[in-house]
């Protein structure tokens, strides 16, 4: 048995471990960077996971918190992506839930017809939202992004939550309508408690979405005090023809920390809340 | 990555304390998100919104977007020196956004769907697709000539409509497009880039010794002049000096067959997949023996490998058979929206500007190229003292290139909406790409291009812009 057990390990991990190598050198690679001169960096002879010519240094991070507005990018996307967010799950819970609770063909046209909304590409709905946000008073403005963003999150949200409600079995809620609670409460204190994973998912996800997004980003704000990150490292440390890549790398890496710890922390929910409502 | 196969492997025991970690970690997630959303509440733009003027609050607003230049010292001299003073000196608060290279198309299309957005935006090649949503800048150009004289031609065939009689643009400078080369390699093999033809001589040589040519056919800006240039260089023209579509010629059936024989013998396929940042990184990686770029590539070399600068020297673009046409390599030019709020001080910026353009000849480390030639005096015995130049008096190639061989996107027409259509299609690069890769014959894409460019230009013309 042990035997048996150790060369499944080994399978396991001659699957995985080439998959993780892959997964994982675009960080190191990152990291490697980031610590190098322009000089060492620039010079096809020297070894390229080595370092030479006055690596490994921290001047790219360095011209990154001291040189550019790198930490009010980080905090305006923090920003924008927890108000985003919230306005999600206030509107994609119930969504999704009435939609799981509607029987017949009328709950699953509406599941589909709100998912197609979220594959509507953001490059054909950039112009016209452009007129909206002016007529608004939004234009560079980060509320500008938290008004439009939601328009990609809550239809995901709302389509993935949806297939997570529908594996809650009805009888638990209609326990707790017996003893008494109402609609509200059994939703409180029975379903989305039972739903945890698929709302991290969805907080997860959300997020995600909002920190890799570029196009609205790029069409409403051109103030560099109010960019978020994906736009600002790409204006600040691409200047015409010139890449800053050291601190490209630095400015792509620290974000990119915390959301892969995020993801690995609650991964086990993050899969539960993808594939929740898969099997039914 | 450690981490990451930590959790996965943790015993149920453990799990325990993860689940404890979990709980707490969501609690201080919730509170940071509650903090942070709480804090932007109050702020118009951001965590801490934009920096509010600390002294006696300015009079007028001035917004103007623009490029993040190249040269971080232009952007420096421009936001924190030239703007300040001129701000002060008119009682304004100007604000100076930028943006990449690669988002003014859709930052622009942006501003024109919102109909609103800055007073002064900043394209970098003629955007004469756009006249009907500008004004008509001569008031700025004759403010201008005024002071410094005759606006060069070059500007001025690329802001001036002929046909509407309006200048769509107001260019304050151009950059000239000279031909990078490595001295060391293209003196082993004992030829020097003049011409096209040495150029074809050199580069399979240079290709085996893995330096090779690297002439962009991709759907990017440098690919874009490098070709419009080279085709020149062999009698092949877009239009001609009336704006009539005249690109199946000999001219560029000849161009189309040099440009396959030079990809074939000593160029790689990575050329279709450049972005405009590639020939300079390949160059200043020590890779590519030949390159046709603005100084973009020798500036940076002079920054993160010194040596090598040393080693690429500056030319005009090589001479064909109809002789040494080149391109700017970019062309700045500034528009006032017809919805921009500020008209009045827009122009008075931009009149002023190129007034005094030395600060930005300067500062931009000889970039800007002032498009009205006695803007900047003494251009010549400028180049030849830069002091980070080796060998010595290497820039001063630059103004006989500006002086002689640079031209303007549509030559010998005027730049247009046509050739402004065509150029943002990238229909030059594809045309050549197509011809090197083997899937249409020169004479095929000569023929399908000019009717494609046709088609674009006819539909100009019907809306009575060319």
Request: proline share 5%; with cysteine; net charge positive.
């Amino acid at each position: 048995m042990p035997t048996r057990r150790r060369r499944e390990s080994v399978l396991t991990y001659a699957v995985v471990g080439p998959f993780a190598l892959v997964l994982a050198f675009p960080f190191y690679w990152m990291l490697w960077t980031a610590l190098k001169t322009d000089g060492d960096l620039y010079n096809t002879e020297n070894n390229p996971f080595g370092f030479a010519q006055g690596s490994p240094t921290l001047d790219n991070v360095r011209f990154l918190f001291e040189q550019t507005d790198y930490l009010r990018w980080l905090g305006n996307t923090a920003l924008v992506g927890a108000v985003v967010v919230l306005i999600t799950l206030a509107i994609a819970l119930p969504a999704g839930y009435a939609l799981a609770r509607l029987s017949g063909r009328w709950g699953q046209s509406l599941g589909v017809g709100i998912f197609l909304v979220y594959l509507v590409p953001p490059t054909l709905l950039f112009l016209p939202l452009s007129r909206l946000i002016a007529e608004l008073g939004l234009q560079d403005s980060l509320w500008a992004l938290v008004l439009v963003y939601p328009s990609f999150t809550i239809p995901f949200a709302t389509w993935l939550l949806m297939g997570f409600f529908k594996t809650i079995p009805r009888e638990l809620e209609d326990a707790a309508l017996v003893d008494g609670a109402s609609r509200i409460r059994s939703l409180l204190h029975v379903v989305f408690p039972i739903s945890l994973p698929g709302i991290l998912t969805v907080v997860i996800f959300s997020f995600s979405l909002c920190v890799n997004e570029f196009v609205y980003a790029l069409a409403f704000i051109t103030q560099s005090s109010s960019k978020t990150i994906s736009t600002g490292i790409y204006t600040e440390l691409i200047r015409g023809d010139v890449f800053f890549w050291g601190a490209l790398m630095a400015a792509t890496l620290i974000p990119s920390i915390p959301l892969a710890l995020l993801y690995n922390t609650f991964l086990d929910r993050f899969i539960a809340g993808f594939t929740g409502g898969a099997f039914r | 990555m450690t981490d990451v196969n930590d959790v996965h492997e943790s015993t149920p025991e453990e799990d325990v304390e993860i689940e404890t970690t979990r709980r707490e970690l969501i609690r201080r997630a919730g509170v940071g998100i509650a903090v942070i959303a709480t804090a932007g509440m109050g702020a118009k733009t951001a965590v801490a919104g934009a920096p509010k003027y600390t002294g006696r609050e300015l009079k007028e607003t001035l917004r103007i977007v623009q490029w993040s230049h190249f040269v971080p010292a232009y952007d420096k001299w421009f936001d924190n020196v030239y703007v300040k003073r001129w701000g002060a000196a008119n009682d304004t608060e100007v604000i100076v956004d930028h943006i990449n290279v690669n988002d003014i198309p859709a930052r622009a299309a942006a501003e024109v769907a919102a109909q609103s957005g800055h007073d002064l935006f900043f394209f970098l090649s003629p955007p004469a697709a756009y006249e009907d949503q500008v004004i008509d800048h001569k008031e700025i150009v004759q403010a201008v000539t005024r002071k410094r004289g005759k606006i060069g031609d070059l500007a001025f065939r690329s802001t001036y409509n002929p046909r509407t009689k309006k200048y769509f643009a107001f260019s304050d400078n151009y950059v000239p497009d000279p031909a990078n080369y490595r001295t060391d390699l293209w003196g082993e093999v004992g030829i020097k880039p003049t011409s096209w033809d040495n150029v074809l001589r050199a580069a399979p040589k240079l290709k085996a010794m893995g330096n090779p040519v690297g002439i962009g056919m991709s759907n990017e800006l440098d690919s874009n002049m490098a070709l419009m240039a080279l085709m020149m260089c062999f009698g092949g023209f877009i239009q001609n000096d009336k704006n009539r579509v005249v690109l199946n010629s000999k001219g560029t059936r000849e161009a189309l067959k040099f440009a396959k024989a030079l990809y074939e013998q000593g160029m790689s396929n990575e050329i279709f997949a450049w972005t405009p940042a590639s020939n300079n990184q390949a160059m200043v990686a020590g890779r590519l023996s030949f390159a046709m770029n603005a100084i973009s590539i020798t500036r940076t070399a002079e920054l993160v490998n010194p040596d090598l600068a040393n080693k690429i020297e500056l030319l005009p673009i090589p001479a064909g058979p109809n002789g040494r046409i080149g391109l700017e390599h970019v062309m700045g030019c500034y528009v006032i929206w017809k919805f921009a709020k500020n008209k009045r001080l827009a122009k008075k910026f931009l009149a002023d500007l190129e007034t005094k353009y030395i600060g930005a000849f300067e500062n931009s480390k000889f970039y800007n190229f002032p498009s009205w030639p006695n803007s900047v005096s003494n251009i010549t015995r400028r180049l030849e003292r830069d002091p980070v130049a080796k060998p010595a008096a290497k820039y001063k190639v630059l103004g006989e290139i500006a002086e002689k061989y640079t031209k303007n996107v549509g030559y010998p027409g005027t730049s247009n909406a046509g050739i402004d259509e065509m150029f943002n299609k990238f229909l030059i690069p594809q045309m050549f790409a197509e011809v090197a890769q083997g899937k249409r014959t020169p004479d095929d894409a000569a023929r399908t291009y000019d009717r494609q460019i046709r088609e674009i230009f006819q539909k100009w013309r019907d809306l009575g812009k060319v």
